[in-house]
């Protein structure tokens, strides 16, 4: 018989991967839309992951809103935390138990070492520090700016004299301190992208030792990004181009899980009339803001606004 549900027939497995710390806005719409359509148009899956792993700054409102929106706007998704599905939880909030595992093939397989900087240590080693300290908030939201690691900790493992190594315990679990991934300095990472074609970084260069599992107990958004994507059979990524730098991270990751890497296609970033990048903080242009106005699905698909390349 055949499926009644259009939709979910060919191998093709796409997703939204929303963090609900604050309303969306027009970059957003635009990318989750191409998101949809090219699931549809490749007769595939959609999965909706809510991306909540930040305790401080992840509401229910947020991901409340953000699923309203994009229903506003005709995107549909068929697996998902208001839907479930075969690889759920979808909440990343709940899916920490998977993250470990990760964590601990990493560490065991020698990619990772145990990083005692604070802040204001990186700040001092980087000399920015007002750059550094806007910088290094938060590696649970995508840290596309995250500061390159001057290398401080990078031999903590083989237990350097001067700096004390990680403990037994520690070994064992990630939480009380920060671990990085040990990027192989100079290497090309390229991949073709589906939207913006070639693209090359250089590891060291253009992003250093980057954090996979925070202090606080939290993985950070690279690894919870790769667990996630594989485990859910995620075969195309589509997101903001404002991450190609992390796709490089996180090829880094699938070579050392010796796992494939879906295809990658990163939207254009909508800038707004100045120039800028929208951000979840300009309330006045969210989706929410817009369609109160009587702003239509097609007006936000549609309008002219400037891009970035
Ligand atoms: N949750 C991320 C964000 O909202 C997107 C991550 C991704 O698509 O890989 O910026």
Not at 22 to 44: E, I, P, S
Not at 169 to 196: A, S
């Amino acid at each position: 018989m055949a499926s009644t549900i259009p939709f979910e027939s060919s191998g093709y497995r796409g997703r939204l991967a929303p963090s609900p710390t604050g309303f969306l806005h027009v970059g957003h719409a635009r990318t989750f839309w191409t998101a949809w359509q090219r699931a549809r148009n490749a007769g595939g899956t959609l999965v909706m992951r809510m991306e909540d792993l930040d305790p401080d700054r992840s509401r229910s409102e947020y991901a409340d809103a953000t699923y309203e929106d994009l229903r506003w706007l005709g995107v549909r998704w068929q697996e998902g935390p208001d839907k479930g599905g075969p690889f759920g939880p979808y909440l990343q909030s709940k899916r920490r138990n998977l993250y470990l595992e990760v964590w601990r093939k990493l560490h065991q397989r020698g990619f990772l070492f145990a990083c005692r900087c604070s802040r204001k240590d990186l700040q001092f080693a980087l000399g920015a520090p007002h750059e550094a300290s806007s910088q290094s908030v938060s590696t649970v939201e995508p840290p596309e700016d995250e500061p390159l690691y001057p290398g401080t900790c990078r031999q903590s493992l083989n237990y350097t004299p001067q700096l004390p190594g990680p403990t037994r315990q520690e070994m064992e679990l990630p939480d009380g301190l920060n671990w990085r991934f040990r990027v192989p300095d100079g290497e090309v990472i390229e991949f073709e992208d589906g939207n913006l074609g070639r693209q090359r970084f250089v590891a060291g260069e253009d992003f250093g030792d980057f954090v996979v599992w925070r202090r606080d107990g939290t993985p950070s958004y690279q690894l919870a990004c790769v667990t996630d994507d594989s485990m859910m059979h995620i075969t195309e990524v589509v997101r903001g181009a404002d991450l190609l730098k992390s796709t490089a991270r996180q090829i880094l990751l699938y070579r050392a899980l010796g796992i494939p890497t879906p295809k990658w296609f990163h939207c254009r970033i909508v800038l707004d009339q100045y120039g800028r990048r929208l951000a979840k903080r300009n309330a006045a242009l969210s989706l929410g803001a817009l369609r109160q106005r009587g702003v239509t699905p097609m007006n936000i698909l549609a309008a002219d606004l400037p891009r970035s390349a």
